[in-house]
């Protein structure tokens, strides 16, 4: 394996800006939220100082709300639309103004684990900056329940059938005219469609105007939906938070508080009909009424169940790489359309962890080993046709870079300390 391993190890340096690394050159040229904890948890696996680095300048941009952004613009680059000008957040360094899933707890637990020694003092360091983003999640957006999203991009799961109903009622029909540059760098096939942009901008461009007031976002933005992906990323972090506060001597009741009012939220996603854990339009009540990979993260907080694993093996079973983003039964399905049907290799990593926390390694070793072969068959994607294996989206992709080191890419014998 050593040639993979070499060949990841490339990747997270030639991505590497200096403290910050990009999901993939060209398509993504800046840093985003979930990607650099990913990244981080990479180079844990060969440079425990950079990994720690990464978390500092990603929590650095946290706002004063709490709230860590999606994207932190460091240096100007025209090769990505929507840039700051359109956010017109005002921050320094100027950042997007949405925010993304909360990973970087679970992913500072696992590198701190992986060299206590090293990584107390900075843990420490980043401790009250997690502490505050957490208690923003659960003050501001879990204030129905379970984790809302008021963008679809801030459940990293972008255009997901799960978003499709609060979508159709976002008007972007007004939009101020722009140019993508998305689909300048990889095949328009795979990426969102135009009617999508013009939505995703319109509700940039309502929280711009709203001067990105959390309150008035909640209250009136275009799109509230409840996101069963974030839910269980949280609820998963909050406990992750918890044993690292616990280690480092704080007080950690107010994070199990969360915890357990998140948990109790669980039964407000559980969709009867769908057999499963489903999106729910906030606004309206409806449930998506459509399986993704957003409710298999059950299985990070111990939340799983017997009926939702019969759905995960069906979907699982109808294709040939991987968990699929989306249900392969579905009219909705399409296996090379971003988040519409392809199997990402992040998502199985963080399902793995998931895997292994239920005590499911049979789970955990098919997910590897399916997608380890697609690494291999291709090259570090970001995502993949899970019916023939077709690499879609960016090359070079960091996260699939780091999760090959931690996770894909080993075998027992060789896995990092807490994660096999
Ligand atoms: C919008 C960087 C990001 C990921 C997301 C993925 C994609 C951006 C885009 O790329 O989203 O945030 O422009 O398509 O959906 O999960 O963090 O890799």
Redesign the pocket.
Known sequence: MSTLDDRARQILRKNDRGGYTL??HG??PYQ????SAFAAWGFSTFDIVRAWDELDTLMASQWDSGMVP??IFHRPDPG?FPGPEIWGTGQEPAT?GIT??PVAATMARLIWESDPATGSARLEALYPGLLNWHRWWHEVRCSHGPAAITHP?E?????CPDWDIGMADVDGSGVTPYTRR?TSHVDPAM??TKQDYDRYIAMVEFGRNAGWDDTTIMRQGPFLMADPGITFILLRAHQDLAVIGRALGHDVREIEGWAHTLRAALPSIWNDRLKAYDARNLRTGAFANVLGSGAFLAYLANAANPTLEAQLMRVWNAVNYGIPSADPQAASFDPRK??RGPTWP?INALLAIGFKTAGRHDLERRLRDETQTLIRKHGFY?YFDPLDATPCG?SD???TAAIWLTWAGRTPETAQKGTA
């Open positions: 999901p993939t398509l993504y985003w939220n979930w990607d999606h994207i990505y997007s993304q899933p991009w459940s990293g799961r972008d255009n998305d990426r969102p971003y988040w992040v970001e960016g992709f960091t996260w």
